[in-house]
């Protein structure tokens, strides 16, 4: 009876209810680990773009040159994205004008960057419980079997409670990644905005002031 007791043989035992809780904790895993691979790569990238831009932009002997560089290419990371709509918005209206477009464009940013947590928390904050929920499902009917059978000896009971664990542990396996990812996730975007917000009030003070852009040392 030893050597048929496992992860194998839980599955062979387990009725349609444990199948769906299986099923929706590997669905769970896997849309988590998509979001935390792309969402670590998006990132790693945009860093690095950012960097290269910010770099260019504090070494720009004017306005008018930046100007020029952003339309060679896409607003393809935050600081390019704010940059663009607001030398469009420079001119064509008045201080309140360009902070609103400023501010417009953050909270894009804001958004953008925030895009996927809401899954990751979702699964990191119920996976245990999808987990507990097929334990306590097991263990049911786990006992209500060994009721039938009339055998309620330890190694009778142990055997099939403890393949019910199994459950649990699978949903802890899910939270756990999601977790630590939504953390990772949301120090990351914080400092990134706080760096734009830098950015926009130096920003909104070259093009409102006309000062110097090569004073500045890169971000």
Known sequence: MEQ???????????????????????????????????KAIASVLERRRSGRYLAQFWDAPAVATVRQRLTQGPADEPFTHLSQHALAAHGKG???????AMRRVIDENTARLESGLTVLASV????????????????????????VSGQGTLDKVAGPVGEALIMTALGLAVAIPAVLAYNGFVRSNRLVLAQLDAYAHDLYAVLTTGSHLGTREAA
């Not at 062979?12 to 896997?30: E, F, H, K, N, R």
């Not at 008045?94 to 609103?100: C, Q």
């Not at 929920?133 to 079997?145: C, D, K």
């Open 124 to 147: 990191g904050s119920t996976a245990p419980f999808v987990g507990l929920f097929g334990t306590v499902w097991g263990v049911y009917h786990a006992l209500v079997a060994i009721g």
């Open 4 to 38: 048929r007791i496992g992860f194998a043989h839980f599955l062979a035992q387990t009725d349609a209810v444990g199948m769906a809780i299986l099923v929706i904790l590997l669905l769970m895993s896997v849309m988590s680990w998509y979001l935390i691979v792309t």
């Open 94 to 100: 008045d201080a309140e004008f360009l902070t609103r």
